[in-house]
């Protein structure tokens, strides 16, 4: 019945009407050949295809539909049937009515997204139509003004050329009217001076006798004074002579007095040379010594203001603005305590040998460490002792006869050592720098309590063996690593960046950046270089700043700076490897071994 019912509601009219029930259509299966048929009670079938589709045709299946649709009209419930088929299509139909209008909706509220989203579009679109045009006008407005600030420029330019050209006329005008004056006035000149040379002949030739005459007797005269003076002078010193030698006691004071007044000028003469003497060892300053904290005579003369702080100026931490690694600096600062302790109990002082590649703070430290102490300092280069030949020894017995009259005690820091404290078994070192080292070695045989010696050398492999006998310690002063490298960026920024640029008494400014993570970043990038290198590249960011337009300071521009010091710095070791590959050729050893870190010297 249930597949009888779907034929049914297969077949049922569209418009939902009832169909009688011994006229129920009953749509059929297609045929085995491919044709369809419809059977209706009492109707009449369709009409008959082709004889050559139907020729297949059997014609028991229309006899088992027409035998089954009276079966159907037979039933009791065929009249329930068909109404339960009848709602059943119609639900189906309204469910599909509803289906439709749900997508409908769907459709609209898609076209209505739709229209939305183009009108956000649109509305971007526009906006951005009006930034692209504010911006055009903008750029425009700004060409605008560059093309009349150019014009301007050349006009002015311009105007100052006509300025300069016009000024050029009138000097030119002026130095021809300036000449034709002067042509006038000396061709003037040359007339007068022509008449009165024609004035002064006619007079002459008038009055040739008169003047002949007035010559004769003023010649006359003068002869007459000149003997008459010659006779009085000759008979007063005949006279004044022969009264002196027959007077005794005149002669013997006057032997007397030329006596005294030799010996007089002897002593005063040795006097004087031993006063310069005193006077250069106790106040002047040894020709060797470059600087020195120890005030002369002169230099409180002409700074007395400096020297006043000088004096009143309190000890100062010996690291203060001194960057070194822990275990360097830990060392150092042991060795300063121990030095103001030794000045403190008036003890002997102890001579340091400072080592490492240039830039890496001995210098510094060694002031550092006297002003910690409390003591004065004087620098000397070792480049300066050669030049001065026979000299040299004279001046090295000046430096430490200079040096043992400090009060204070003196710290010697000899800068480049190895200049001339080198082996003297050597060809190359002359006699007279023989003799001189001689000296040196001489006036620091035995330690001393006026005076400390530190040494500081890039190659101390040169040193004489007997320099190195009078070293008490020794100490590497290495390149930097990237703890250290990272604070002397951060001290240098501040100190020659940052400062400037937040008290305002100079022009540079500082863009915004992130200034740690710049510092760090710098630090990881100079890799290699000392922190003379590191302090010459923070002049390099405050010259940039000073270079610029509006004195700003950018990240690009330290970056800039950054990159050219890192190939600088490149360029320097290539250098330095060429010179060391040069020298270990006649040497055999590698002059750049000292610094290798963990190699002993």
């Known amino acids: 019945m249930s597949w009888l019912f779907g034929l049914n509601r297969g077949s049922a009219p569209a418009g939902g009407g009832d169909a009688a029930p011994g006229t129920a259509g009953l749509s059929l299966p297609p045929a085995p050949g491919g044709g369809t048929g419809t059977v209706a009670g009492g109707g009449t079938g369709d009409r008959q295809p082709p004889k050559d589709k139907w020729s297949n045709f059997d014609p028991t299946g229309l006899e088992r539909a027409a035998k089954a649709a009276r079966e159907l009209d037979a039933s009791r419930h065929a009249k329930d049937a068909l109404s339960l088929a009848q709602m059943q299509e119609q639900t189906l139909q309204l469910e599909q009515q509803t289906k439709l209008k749900e997508y409908e909706a769907a459709i609209e509220q898609l076209k209505n997204e739709q229209i939305r989203v183009q009108a956000e579009e649109r509305r971007k679109t526009l906006s951005e139509e009006t930034k692209q045009h504010q911006a055009r006008a903008q750029y425009q407005d700004k060409l605008a003004r560059q093309r009349y600030d150019e014009q301007m420029r050349q006009q002015q330019l311009a105007n100052e050329e006509n300025l300069r050209k016009q000024e050029e006329s009138v000097q030119k005008q002026e130095a021809m009217r300036r000449e034709r ?43 007459q004074t000149v003997l008459e003076s010659l006779k009085t002078a000759g008979m007063l010193f005949g006279e004044g002579f022969r009264a002196f030698v027959t007077d005794w006691d005149k002669v013997t004071a006057t032997v007397a007095g030329l006596t005294l007044l030799a010996v007089g000028v002897y002593s005063a003469k040795n006097a004087t040379a031993v006063a310069g003497r005193y006077i250069e060892a106790r106040l002047g300053k040894p020709s060797l010594v470059r600087e020195t904290s120890r005030i002369t005579v002169l230099e409180a003369l002409k700074h007395p203001i400096k020297v006043g702080k000088r004096l009143t100026s309190k000890a100062q931490d010996a690291l203060e603005g001194v960057v070194l690694s822990p275990q360097l600096e830990a060392r150092v600062r042991d060795i300063a305590i121990a030095t103001r302790n030794t000045k403190k109990n008036k003890s002997l002082y102890r001579n340091i040998l400072m080592y490492g590649p240039p830039g890496t703070g001995k210098t510094l430290f060694a002031k550092k460490l006297a002003v910690h102490s409390g003591m004065d300092y004087a620098i000397m280069t070792g480049g300066d002792v050669a030049p001065m030949g026979r000299e040299g020894v004279t001046a090295m017995h000046k430096l430490f006869d200079w040096a043992n009259t400090s009060r204070r005690g003196l710290l010697l820091f000899v800068d480049e050592a190895d200049a001339f404290l080198r082996k003297r078994a050597t060809e190359k070192i002359s006699e007279d720098l023989r003799a001189t080292l001689n000296a040196f070695l001489h006036r620091t045989g035995q330690h001393s309590n006026k005076f400390m010696l530190v040494l500081a050398s890039n190659q101390p492999e040169q040193f004489d063996w007997a320099i190195n006998d009078r070293i008490d310690e020794m100490v590497n002063f290495d390149l930097p690593q990237l703890e250290e490298r990272e604070r002397l960026v951060r001290m240098y920024f501040d ?12 022009r540079l400014k500082l863009a915004q950046f992130d200034y740690g993570k710049k510092c760090s970043e710098i630090a990881r990038l100079t890799e290699g270089m000392s922190g003379r290198e590191i302090s010459q590249l923070a002049v390099a960011w405050q010259a940039a700043a000073y270079a610029s337009e509006d004195g700003v300071l950018t990240e690009a521009m330290i970056d800039a700076r950054v990159a050219d010091a890192v190939q600088q710095h490149k360029q320097k070791m290539e250098w330095l490897k060429t010179e060391g590959a040069e020298a270990s050729k006649g040497t055999g050893r590698n002059p750049l071994l000292p610094f290798t870190k963990g190699t002993p010297v």
Do not use: F, S, W, Y
């Open 495 to 506: 100190r020659h960046v940052l400062k400037p640029a937040t008290e305002g008494k100079q």
């Open 181 to 223: 004056e002067m042509e006038l006035r000396h061709k003037n000149e040359m007339l007068r001076v022509e008449a009165e040379a024609r004035a002064r002949a006619k007079a002459e030739r008038e009055n040739a006798d008169i003047i002949r005459e007035q010559i004769r007797l003023k010649a006359a005269e003068h002869r």
